[in-house]
């Protein structure tokens, strides 16, 4: 019997996974006529949705049980099942890409809190300084989320500093934070500041959810996981500057390998009976 796990938190996908965890089959490009054909000709039991807290499920499959879950949730449900937290009991999955979330698996169980807004990490507060977008997006989300990333180097450019992502991105509107992260592979000065501004915010971050729950690994998930080449040691420096020693000694980071089916997947995990 199979799970469908459908993630529409950012561009809809969808997955099909047996009791094992293992993907049997992927729609990466929307959850309409493609996955209604799929789940017929396939014998699914279950629909988990990952969705964000605000919108509407808008998937149905005739005879399976849907079940809603917000994407932190969903992300740190499939790390513990399949990926970088198999095995401990106390976790934080930290997403970055368009968006910034976080799940929490403490004693096993993936936690919600009271009103379900565990783990709203774009709101953590990490800059005395208010400004609208802290505002409206949230503090860290701001900073890290990848329009926030790109909003950086294009504020660096505006400011006078010369940075060759200008010529490859074409105008400073075009900039998106893969033209960071790459212009940081080749060298340029501005991306590598940018990148390194960038794994002060997550430290932070991170420092922040180990002073609080004590988890044994943090799983850094979403699309900035595709960047790990330049944000792995920069990222690890920063907790270490801002946490004890004895919590780093116990203290597992790393970069999810789940790619963009993580919350698909966790979204079929937390569907299944249990």
């Known amino acids: 019997m199979l799970t469908l796990g459908v993630d529409l938190s950012g561009p809809p996908r969808a997955v099909f996974v047996d009791d094992a965890g293992v993907v049997t089959f992927r729609e990466p490009s929307g959850t309409g006529q493609a996955i209604q054909q799929a789940a017929q000709d396939a014998r699914v039991g279950a629909v988990g949705v990952a969705i964000p807290e605000d ?151 991170i420092a922040n959810f180990v002073a609080t729950i004590d988890p044994e690994v943090v799983v850094i998930a979403g699309a900035i996981a595709a960047a790990h080449d330049v944000l792995h040691d920069a990222v690890r420096q920063e907790c270490t500057r801002r946490l004890p020693l004895q919590a780093m000694d116990s203290l597992r980071v790393e970069f999810s390998t789940l790619g963009d089916d993580a919350v698909a997947i966790g979204a079929a995990r937390l569907a299944m009976p249990a």
Request: hydrophobic share 50%.
């Open 55 to 205: 919108a509407t499920p808008a998937v149905a499959i005739a005879g399976a049980k849907v079940t809603r879950s917000a994407p932190g949730p969903a992300a740190v449900a499939a790390e513990a099942w399949v990926g970088s937290a198999r095995g401990v009991r106390h976790a934080v999955c930290f997403s970055i890409g368009e968006h910034v979330y976080a799940g929490l698996l403490l004693d096993g169980r993936v936690w919600t809190g009271a009103h379900n807004r565990a783990g709203a990490a774009a709101w953590l507060a990490l800059n005395p300084v208010e400004r609208q977008d802290y505002r409206k997006l949230g503090g860290l989300a701001a900073e890290v989320g990848f329009k926030g990333i790109a909003r950086r180097l294009s504020w660096r450019i505006q400011a006078g500093d010369q940075s060759a992502v200008l010529e490859r991105a074409g105008d400073l509107e075009a900039i998106t934070a893969a033209h960071v992260f790459d212009g940081a592979r080749s060298g340029d000065g501005v991306a590598i500041s940018v990148v390194r501004d960038t794994a002060r915010y997550i430290g932070m971050a």
